[in-house]
């Protein structure tokens, strides 16, 4: 009988099935030999390009692997792994946009299952659609309760959203999955930070640590909470190993030099001031402007300095089309946004300035973004204002 140079369907169906088998067992020669069979056939076999893509990324061959998955999600048939499959390298890539979409398909064609609606969700975070983030998180829940790495992203989601408290719950519950996830003490530290719980935080950290001892910024930010709870010495070490660890890593070298002058540390002094104006200079974020103050940087360095942290953890969120209210008839609002409305030199000068206020011609407002101390000075204030707004947790 003649040979033919094409396969019939019914034969191809057969030996892709007999690859992918052969391909779960782990005899990954027999099954590519098989796909590039059916391949040189039928180079459109959207099947055969998943699974040879399949083999590829197991052989290590992500970008191979990459374009493959890109070839066979390209056509008519697609299967609903295939696109999932190109969404997780999408997300892998931080390319959060084809991620979205390649996960969306993959749920429309295949159904909501667990993978891709957490892999979704974890993209809509990276895209910072936190919201609709949480959407996916919540139906991934429904579907498997007892995912750590599931806990662990609703937990980054909420403290995007700042309700921290919510996020705190969400890595205690990752924790109790997984005693032993370190990014999740990792990040129940930086929130305890946030809230002024730095004995908290502290804890936190060393857990981190303990369960990743190569894990730079815990060592960074346990550093950085020692130095508030003045535990020099133990602070300096932190920073020490944080640096050998990622000598690039954000304000740790400013940190460390910080804290040996608050050692009276003075060997190495003036090499390290010229490296930190060198730092700044570069454009790294090398040092927080107040530790900059203590230390014999030019202004212009001083500035430059501000300037790069205020871009880093402040970005513009503000309208600029103020609109002036002309009716005269309405007091004129004033704010007046602290993180020092206690038992601090900043409300002793100012308290009596609150209080003076013509109040037939200006409403007062404060706003404190610091630790809720209940102290005599934290009264006064707060009677000195028409309003007094805690915002702590709010974006």
């Not at 403290?159 to 129940?188: C, I, M, Q, T, V």
């Not at 304000?251 to 010229?274: P, Q, R, V």
Request: glycine share 6%; with cysteine.
């Amino acid at each position: 009988m003649k040979k033919t140079t094409s396969l019939k369907q019914d034969s191809v169906n057969q030996q892709i099935l007999i690859a992918e088998n052969a391909f779960k067992s782990g005899n990954i020669d027999l099954a590519e030999s098989m796909v590039r069979q059916v391949l040189a056939s039928i180079p459109g076999n959207s099947k055969a390009n998943a699974l040879l893509a399949y083999i590829a990324g197991t052989r290590g061959n992500e970008d191979l692997a990459f374009e493959l998955l890109k070839k066979a999600t390209s056509m008519h048939n697609a299967s609903f792994d295939a696109f999932y499959y190109v969404g997780t390298i999408y997300l892998k890539r931080n390319l959060f946009s084809q991620a979205i979409t390649s996960f969306k398909q993959s749920i429309r064609i295949g159904g909501e299952f667990f993978e891709a609606l957490h892999d979704l969700g974890v993209s809509l975070a990276g895209a910072g659609l936190y919201e609709q983030a949480w959407a996916m998180f919540t139906k991934a829940l429904a579907l498997n309760p007892k995912s750590s790495e599931l806990f662990y992203n609703m937990g980054r989601t909420l403290e995007a959203l700042k309700r921290f408290d919510e996020a705190l719950s969400s890595y205690d519950k990752a924790l109790y999955l997984h005693p032993g996830f370190a990014p999740a003490w990792y990040n129940r530290g930086v929130i305890l930070s946030l809230l002024k719980r730095e004995r908290d935080a502290a804890v936190a950290y060393n857990q981190a640590i303990k369960h990743d001892p190569k894990h730079a910024k815990a060592w960074a930010n346990l550093g950085a909470t020692l130095i508030d709870l003045k535990h020099y010495l133990e602070a300096l070490n932190a920073l020490n190993k944080a640096i050998q660890l990622q000598p690039g890593i954000d304000y740790a070298f400013g940190n460390w030099l910080h804290t040996k002058m608050m050692l009276c540390s003075w060997d190495g002094l003036d090499e390290a001031f010229i490296s930190i104006i060198d730092k700044v200079s570069a454009g790294d974020k090398a040092c927080l402007p107040f530790n900059l103050l203590a230390m014999p940087a030019p202004p212009s360095i001083q500035k430059q300095c501000s300037e790069i942290h205020v871009k880093d953890r402040f970005q513009e969120k503000v309208p600029h089309d103020f609109k002036i209210n002309d009716n005269h008839q309405t007091r004129i609002k004033i704010g007046y946004f602290s993180a020092d409305f206690h038992n601090h030199a900043t409300s002793y000068l100012m308290a009596e300035l609150f209080e003076r206020h013509d109040r037939s011609r200006f409403e007062i407002i404060g706003f404190s973004f610091g630790p809720d101390k209940q102290d005599e000075m934290r009264r006064r204030v707060q009677s000195g204002f028409d309003k007094f707004l805690d915002v702590r947790n709010m974006n």
